[in-house]
């Protein structure tokens, strides 16, 4: 158990640049959760998987925000056209399917700036 | 929609005082509890949970009761130490597989 990561874990882009981002989760894990978190804020949910399919994607913040789990292992995190007000913590999370909803593996996160 | 409140931070104690953070939810139905820390430059762990009403979550000596009359979920310990430092963040699940909903965070200063 390597544990959830994340890559980049810096991230620096110019506004209106499309911006990717990949999480590894613990390898028997079959949810996959992506949160964002802004400062002095708790996170905030914005998509999950089970498996490779996308279960929730309703709370993703705009259009320009999309999610892939192509083979239920890795994800990705996509931002398009991105804008200052992007500037946060993206945290991915694992979890088992047959363990408590919000017992949830957290990794390190990709903070991104957006200039 | 749900939603978490925990006291502002940050929250300054000597070592071996007594630790309440207090968190209270709003959340349709039956949510399951939780603790969540950040020590400094690590990520997000569990610290505990409670899945239903009067269910006692506990880890490292922090404790935390589910209690749905008050809509509470109020973490303590009874001698917090120095390693006991960090960003707690109180959180529910609201009983179907979406994400988590998470309080804003309290920040936890420990002084020797």
């Known amino acids: 158990d390597t544990g959830v990561s994340q890559d980049p874990r810096h991230k620096i882009t110019k506004r209106g640049q499309n911006v990717t981002f990949r999480c590894d989760p613990i390898?028997?894990?079959?949810?996959l959760y992506w949160y964002r978190q802004t400062l002095g804020q708790g996170p905030e949910f914005l998509t999950y998987?089970?498996?490779?399919?996308?279960?929730?994607k309703s709370r993703l913040l705009s259009d320009r925000f999309s999610a892939e789990r192509p083979k239920g292992s890795f994800s990705t995190l996509e931002i398009q056209r991105t804008e200052q007000g992007d500037s946060a913590m993206y945290l991915c999370a694992s979890s088992l399917a047959d363990r408590v909803i919000g017992e949830q593996y957290f990794g390190p996160g990709t903070r991104l700036t957006v200039t | 929609g749900d939603s978490v409140t925990q006291m502002e931070g940050p929250v300054t104690l000597s070592e071996e005082a007594f630790l309440t953070i207090n968190c209270t939810y709003t959340?349709?139905?039956?949510?399951?509890l939780f603790w969540y820390v950040q020590y400094p430059g690590e990520g997000l762990q569990l610290l505990l949970k409670a899945t239903k009403a009067d269910d006692k979550g506990s880890n490292k000596g922090f404790e935390a009761t589910y209690r749905k009359e008050t809509t509470s979920f109020h973490l303590e310990k009874g001698s917090v130490q120095v390693s006991d430092s960090a960003v707690y963040f109180c959180a529910l699940s609201g009983g179907g597989a979406d994400g988590l909903t998470f309080g804003k965070g309290t920040h936890l200063i420990i002084q020797p």
């Open positions: 959340a349709t139905g039956y949510p399951s």
């Open positions: 998987f089970q498996n490779e399919a996308q279960l929730e």
């Open positions: 390898s028997e894990h079959n949810r």
